[in-house]
């Protein structure tokens, strides 16, 4: 935390502003100078609970003046009748706390109605400061009107709590806070009871984490909100000054309290930050935002460092607010509600009892004195099914005692012993292991886990930081249990159903990324952490060697899945050389699917399912059958050519008019489409004009995506053409398959997903194919229509990396492309592909958060591999081409 200084005055007051002052331009002028010089002290290090206050002070002068100069009195005659009236700030400007961009609200309080000439003097204040560009949100309400409104209305109740008065009568401000602060208007049960529902409303709206990567500093798990239900309900139950009653009731230890105050300073500066480098009110850190108020804050380093030390620092006080905030509404439950257990408190052994389900120590001294009951308490938590939670007695000393642990937990042999047996528990994950990472446990335990606690990754393919994914992973493999995993993923169901040590998962998951902020290849760093880890845990040798294999490969079947050439039979004996045993296969493609979905929730689709289901029954088929060598190319067209005929004769299909359709087709043709997609393709074409282009789209869709298939004579730039019309209608191209026959016409494949992950809705589908026709119609190509790049990705920088690797056909070049996503971008590369008069055989895009990492199977115009002088062309043109696109 950064060292701030005290004690800080503004120099000029607006109510020393004369009548003559009192116009639009000099208070403007006055509000620019302020903002600046308040962003001038900032930047110096000021006390932030200073600024803030002060800022608040100056909107209180500058309102306290204009009262005045509008004329509004402290008392007018409505009907004959003493009618009171007050200015008062209510929300967060009530509490004095007002950021740069913060909003203004402001109650006009009054006995009755207000005469007109009131009215109008109120109007013209009012559209005044909307004149001056400050957020101002005001309602004249009478006091009648407002207390109904607020027993109506949670949100009004809680503004009105912490109102003060500005200027006007206090005694009428008095009155409301008499009437709101009894039993009559939102009792103190009924309050913490609304005040409750909505956090976890609004923690749903964020996934129930502190952890997302783009977090909302005011509404995220975590975040200043957690910290204000805690006082709006302490102050509606206790009233007066929230710490100093919570100390005065024994809630909050002096540690607790130091704890809330840097915690909600911390926030104050980020979120003074960040309305420093945006102009309109949010409090949502886009990454676009991040380097800049990091910067801001003082921190160093180069690239994305400082956003990477800021965020760390963020999601540990968004950590420390949890517990706080956990801790302290269960303390207000039993006190507010007058909550005692149906049962008194009742042991379950000697060191723990049972307090209306939530487990407590019966020692508070027990953790410090022997840490190993640390581990004691998870298990004890699955020995005991009824206990839903941890006490908040026990919180505080879980916090207390894991700050004071000089040594890692697992040093201990009986903590082992217990870990082991926690993880080979049915409910591990659930009951432990989650609220073991949720309580700082993980990080005292597990070597390395500190250092991923709170890391973030500054890229649009992760939503959570390493430790939240890594948790996020062992919750979906919990998941395959359920009836909802097995609907969601019935293949990957049955397999995990069947491994004979799921706990080995577990271990696995939990290292799978701690290598990540290291030096070199995360995956071999977490393969020599989690080899130590099992040794140290006795595990037996082949598990030991099965889990340093998962952690070291833990990427292979996706990226082989979702980055390779699944028709290619040598990619499938790539793989299999690799995998080698059907053991492996089985945890590593649970293992994979629970990485994929853990990482961000928009990621898994059907596509991908389909995908992960190909290679993982292609290689199981491979070790069922004892068979480490897929077939030959030409036996496997020759096998898909036999069956496509064979279905299309049983549906009366004239064999001599399909064998003269398939005669101009190359043996590529029949090696690289199913039986099932050229049995559609033959249909259709035989219903076809073969001189004329067709465009069709499958009306079932091809594993999870909706598959094109395009018939035209071939030409340059056909690609290009496809693609660029594809971009337009906002469709991610995730396949592409590339085949010309005899006769120089192309029978192209493109399997398209709409921006969520879905296939084509079918209502669009004749839109699209009159699209596709209408550009292959036209005699000249015209180039890439350009798009803008979407907002989020202008905050990432991704070298161009154009890879050439080892083809596994001597006849073709894999070209693997790395680059910043773009719209239109496969358009501009085939494009390229077409000016060096190149052959595009195969392609398969993935697309990863901000960038993609697509592979290209291409031959020159002689069908042949690109030779060295066409390959440096090829990088050459195509860094140069996405380069000036950004």
Not at 416 to 445: C, N, Q, T, W
């Amino acid at each position: 935390m950064i060292m701030t200084k005290t004690h800080l005055f503004y120099p000029v007051s607006p109510l020393d502003f004369s009548d003559e002052q009192i116009n639009i331009l000099y208070l403007k002028q006055q509000l620019e100078a302020f903002q600046q010089w308040s962003m001038m002290q900032f930047e110096q290090q000021i006390d932030i609970d200073t600024l803030v206050h002060l800022r608040s002070q100056f909107i209180d002068r500058l309102l306290e003046r204009l009262w005045s100069f509008y004329q509004i009195p402290k008392h007018v005659s409505s009907f004959f009748k003493r009618n009171r009236i007050a200015l008062v700030a209510v929300g967060g400007y009530g509490r004095a706390e007002l950021h740069p961009l913060s909003d203004i609200d402001i109650l006009i309080l009054s006995d009755y109605p207000l005469t007109k000439e009131i009215e109008k003097q109120i109007g013209d204040l009012v559209r005044l400061l909307w004149d001056l560009h400050l957020d101002i949100g005001h309602s004249v309400r009478t006091l009648k009107i407002c207390l109904q409104e607020a027993k109506n209305d949670i949100t009004i109740m809680t503004n009105l709590i912490e109102s003060r008065l500005i200027s006007g009568n206090q005694l009428l401000l008095d009155e409301l806070h008499k009437q709101i602060f009894s039993d009559k208007i939102w009792p103190s049960h009924a309050f913490y009871k609304a005040k409750i529902q909505e956090q976890q409303e609004r923690h749903k709206q964020y996934h129930s984490t502190s952890y997302n990567l783009e977090p909302d500093l005011k509404n995220s798990p975590g975040g200043l909100r957690d910290m204000q239900i805690i006082q709006w309900i302490a102050t509606r139950h206790f009233g007066g000054e929230f710490l100093q009653k919570m100390s005065d009731f024994n809630y909050l230890t002096p540690e607790d309290i130091a704890d809330f105050k840097t915690c909600r300073k911390f926030l104050w500066r980020m979120r003074f930050a960040l309305h420093c480098v945006i102009s309109r009110y949010d409090n949502r850190l886009l990454f676009d935002r991040q380097l800049s108020i990091a910067n801001m804050l003082g921190y160093k380093g180069d690239g994305n460092t400082p956003v990477e030390k800021m965020m760390h620092d963020y999601y540990r006080v968004a950590h420390n607010i949890t517990e706080l905030n956990q801790m302290l509404l269960q303390l207000f439950y039993e006190s507010i509600l007058n909550h005692s257990p149906q049962n008194k408190p009742y042991n379950i052994d000697e060191y723990f009892q049972i307090r209306d389900k939530l487990i407590d120590v019966r020692d508070d001294e027990i953790f410090k004195k022997e840490p190993i009951m640390i581990m004691q308490l998870f298990y004890t938590i699955l020995l005991n099914p009824q206990v839903i939670g941890l006490y908040s007695n026990t919180i505080r000393q879980l916090r207390s005692a894991r700050r004071s642990l000089t040594n890692l937990l697992c040093e201990n042999a009986k903590a082992r012993s217990l870990f082991m047996l926690i993880i080979k528990h049915p409910d591990a994950i659930e009951k432990a292991i989650l609220p073991m990472h949720k309580y700082g446990i993980l990080s005292v335990y597990i070597p390395g886990w500190k250092q991923i606690s709170g890391m973030m990754q500054f890229d649009l393919f992760h939503a959570y930081t390493v430790d939240e994914h890594t948790i996020r992973l062992l919750l979906e493999l919990d998941s395959l249990k359920t009836e909802s995993g097995k609907q969601k993923h019935p293949n990957s169901a049955k397999v995990f159903a069947k491994l004979s040590k799921p706990e080995l998962l577990v271990i696995t998951g939990l290292f799978h990324d701690i290598g990540k902020g290291r030096h070199g290849d995360h995956s071999e760093i977490g393969a020599h952490l989690v080899e130590e880890f099992c040794q140290l845990h006795g595990l037996e040798t082949k598990d030991t060697e099965l889990v340093i294999w998962l952690v070291r490969y833990h990427l292979l079947m996706s990226v082989t899945a979702q980055s390779r050439d699944l028709q290619d039979p040598a990619v499938i004996n790539e793989f299999i050389q690799i995998v080698k045993s059907k053991r492996r296969l089985q945890y590593l493609l649970c293992l994979t699917v629970a990485d994929v979905c853990a990482t961000n929730e928009t990621l898994w689709n059907s596509w991908k399912q389909s995908l992960m289901r190909e290679l993982y029954l292609n290689a199981k088929n491979s070790f069922d059958s004892d068979i480490r060598q897929i077939p030959e190319q030409r036996s496997i067209a020759r096998k898909n050519k036999q069956e496509a005929l064979a279905i299309l004769l049983k549906q009366n299909y004239d064999e001599q008019i399909v064998k003269d359709l398939w005669q101009c087709y190359r043996v590529d043709y029949f090696l690289r489409y199913t039986k099932e997609q050229i049995v559609w393709h033959t249909q259709i074409l035989l219903q076809h004009d073969l001189t004329k282009i067709l465009v069709a789209i499958n009306p079932h869709p091809y594993h999870g995506g909706s598959e094109i298939f395009i018939y035209s004579p071939d030409r340059p730039y056909l690609f290009a053409t496809v693609c660029n019309t594809l971009s337009m209608h906002n469709l991610t191209i995730h396949d592409a398959l590339i085949i010309t026959n005899k006769k120089s016409f192309a029978l192209d494949t493109f399997i398209v997903l709409d921006p969520n992950g879905q296939t084509v809705q079918e209502d669009r589908n004749q839109g699209l194919v009159n699209a596709l026709d209408k550009a292959l119609q036209q005699p000249v190509y015209k180039g890439v229509t350009i798009k803008p790049p979407k907002q989020r990705l202008r905050s990432f920088l991704v070298p161009t990396q154009v890879n050439f690797l080892s083809a596994f056909n001597d006849s073709q070049t894999y070209m693997e492309l790395i680059a910043l996503d773009r719209p239109g971008l496969l358009a501009y590369v085939g494009e390229i592909f077409a000016n060096l008069d190149l052959s595009l055989r195969s392609a398969k895009i993935a697309t990863i958060g901000e960038h993609i990492e697509d592979l290209f199977i291409l031959t020159d115009k002689h069908n042949q591999a690109l030779d060295d002088d066409t390959c440096q062309k090829l990088r050459e043109s195509i860094v140069i081409a996405l380069d000036s696109m950004n």
